[in-house]
């Protein structure tokens, strides 16, 4: 069975670092990219990235390009959504994705950033 | 890339059809066979329901269809169910080294 499992819920403070997981297992993990979306409160749907395990190429939304980095350790069969400088507005939902049509889902992991 | 338009909501009564509308561009839905739609119950994360404008994932009903004209895909719900219920949104692909496109999503309501 395809499972894409993430780290847990998160609480930090504006500026503080960050770095989120999804585990994949049940597939071959090198085979399809991993995307990140992510969803504010009660708003819907945006592609953040994606990472290319296998070589870990990166494509970056351009309304994300420079604020987060996504990065990806094949050998743990497990990426990363990682911010060096938090912001209010980074509360949110995040959640990965892979397949070839983003077929498999992350449970999310809920970001909460506040002072 | 903006958003695909579309509608805020939609309904039916148990057993009848809606059907979800995702309007492009001729540089996403309309360049490419690659539109996907996704379901999303409250606090859960979304599930594929349709890719490639057509086709269905394995285990999903055949109660969801697909299509697509021009820059504008659709999702058919028919025989609405109480679980049918969700939020949906189509997603297009929109060129090489582009990650794509969501819509603003739909929230559909069972009467």
């Known amino acids: 069975e395809v499972q894409l499992v993430q780290s847990g819920a998160e609480v930090k403070k504006p500026g503080e670092s960050l770095r989120i997981s999804c585990k994949g297992s049940?597939?071959?993990?090198?085979?399809?990219?991993i995307s990140w979306v992510r969803q504010m409160p009660g708003k819907g749907l945006e592609w953040m990235g994606r990472?290319?395990?296998?070589?870990?190429?990166?494509n970056y939304s351009p309304s994300f390009q420079g604020h987060v980095t996504i990065s990806a350790d094949k050998s743990i069969s497990t990426a990363y959504l990682q911010w060096s400088s938090l912001k209010a507005s980074d509360t949110a939902m995040y959640y990965c994705?892979?397949?070839?049509?983003?077929?498999?889902w992350g449970q999310g992991t809920l970001v909460t950033v506040s002072s | 890339q903006s958003a695909l338009t579309q509608p805020p909501s939609a309904s039916g009564s148990p057993g009848q059809s809606v059907t979800i509308s995702c309007t492009g561009t001729?540089?996403?839905?309309?360049?490419?066979?690659?539109v996907s739609w996704y379901q999303q119950h409250p606090g859960k994360a979304p599930k594929l329901m349709i890719y490639?404008?057509?086709k269905r994932p394995s285990g999903v009903p055949d109660r969801f269809s697909g299509s697509k004209s021009g820059n504008t895909a659709s999702l058919t719900v028919s025989g609405l169910q109480a679980e049918d219920e969700a939020d949906y949104y189509c997603?297009?692909?929109?060129?090489?080294?582009?990650?794509?496109?969501f819509g603003t999503g739909t929230k559909v309501t069972v009467l």
């Open positions: 994705a892979s397949g070839s049509s983003a077929d498999y």
């Open positions: 049940g597939y071959s993990f090198t085979s399809y990219w």
């Open positions: 490639e404008v057509s």
């Open positions: 001729s540089s996403d839905v309309g360049g490419y066979n690659y």
């Open positions: 997603s297009s692909y929109a060129g090489s080294n582009n990650l794509g496109v």
């Open positions: 990472i290319d395990p296998s070589d870990s190429y990166t």
